[in-house]
């Protein structure tokens, strides 16, 4: 079974600075000449979002004034490698941030994968009744005539975690629009039309720092779970 990452997101939340968008235009500077998109909205007020995309490499950075996202399109196995665009420029621009004397502290990450299990050679109807079949039981197929969406979640948390798995079939077009998912590789778009399974993995800690090595420990947790659900 293959699979794609529709949308993997990691965030770095921290207090929120004061000072904010003016102190950060020295240390997105360098890196606004590598973009090749830049985007403002809000502009010069605390609730200002600078955006900068790197379409050729399938993603973008939002700079907030209390956050850090980056978005993108690529494997997870690609990103957990040295160099990679969570490590240069991602975790360079957070780490530029962090020694500006206005930052506090980092607060929590938030690290979100949605990925789409393709089966081939079947039709929407054909894996939607394979997926029904796998996961759910006879007096559950029973509480609702006709259904043509599965959606089955779980979740587990602590005072410092919170992990959330989500499970369904792939309806196509409204998947992508309920979830606000951007075609950053045009190959993607050619997905809309396919059967599958859709799966969501949302991994919430809080932290006082972040680094690459944290992240790569996060994310090959979502790596085994995608293994444990389709090996």
């Known amino acids: 079974m293959s699979y794609h990452v529709l949308l993997h997101q990691f ?137 043509d969406e599965i959606g089955i979640s779980l979740s587990k948390s602590s005072d410092s975690e919170i992990e959330e798995i989500q499970i369904g079939n792939f309806v196509g077009k409204q998947d992508f629009e309920r979830r606000n998912i951007e075609f950053f590789d045009k190959s993607i778009e050619k997905l809309l039309e396919e059967s599958g399974e859709l799966l969501e993995i949302k991994f919430f800690e809080k932290k006082d720092n972040i680094r690459f090595s944290d992240y790569k420990k996060i994310t090959q947790k979502a790596l085994n779970k995608i293994n444990m659900l389709w090996e």
Do not use: C
């Open 11 to 147: 965030e770095i939340r921290f207090s929120n600075m004061l000072d904010f968008p003016k102190s950060v235009n020295t240390v997105l500077s360098p890196f606004v000449k590598l973009a090749t998109r830049v985007g403002i909205s809000n502009e010069n007020s605390r609730n200002e979002i600078i955006e900068l995309r790197f379409e050729p490499e399938f993603y973008k950075i939002r700079v907030y004034w209390d956050r850090v996202v980056i978005t993108t399109q690529i494997p997870l196995e690609k990103q957990i490698l040295n160099n990679s665009v969570i490590e240069e420029p991602f975790l360079n621009i957070f780490d530029k941030i962090s020694q500006l004397d206005s930052f506090g502290s980092v607060k929590n990450i938030l690290h979100y994968t949605i990925i789409l299990a393709l089966k081939n050679n079947k039709s929407r109807n054909e894996s939607f009744q394979e997926i029904k079949k796998h996961y759910l039981t006879n007096n559950t197929k029973k509480l609702l005539s006709d259904f």
